[in-house]
């Protein structure tokens, strides 16, 4: 079974602390838990670029982030783990239109 790139990134992450990083070409998702760093890079160039070739992923970094304890009343439990990717585009890519209406 071939992954589609929307399976891979699954939602960008808008938090003040990412979006500083939008200004050094770094940008967030939240990604599925079994995508690699080749699989983010190349869904991330085919999901936003306009036309072949106009964005770059010079580099892929990728953190599991693990589920917090929640609590209801007397009932316990732990919110789902997920992964993040921080993407990194090329110096002569373009940026994510999506992103710079944010700013």
Same mark, same amino acid.
């Given at each position: 079974?071939? *992954?589609?790139?929307?399976?891979?990134?699954?939602?960008?992450?808008?938090?003040?602390e990412s979006m500083m990083g939008t200004a050094e070409k770094k940008y967030t998702f939240a990604v599925a838990k079994t995508a690699n760093?080749?699989?983010?890079?190349?869904?991330?160039?085919?999901?936003?670029?306009? *036309?072949?070739?106009?964005?770059?992923?010079?580099?892929?970094?990728?953190?599991?982030? *693990?589920?917090?304890?929640?609590?209801?009343?007397?009932?316990?439990?732990?919110?789902?783990?997920? *992964?993040?990717?921080?993407?990194?585009?090329?110096?002569?890519?373009?940026?994510?239109?999506?992103?710079?209406?944010?700013?």
């Open positions: 079974m071939s *992954k589609v790139a929307q399976d891979i990134i699954l939602r960008p992450i808008i938090t003040e760093k080749i699989e983010i890079a190349k869904a991330v160039e085919e999901l936003f670029s306009s *036309k072949p070739g106009d964005i770059k992923v010079a580099k892929v970094n990728t953190i599991n982030c *693990k589920g917090k304890l929640r609590r209801q009343g007397r009932f316990e439990g732990f919110t789902a783990s997920w *992964k993040k990717a921080i993407v990194t585009l090329a110096e002569d890519s373009k940026t994510i239109e999506f992103f710079d209406g944010m700013m």
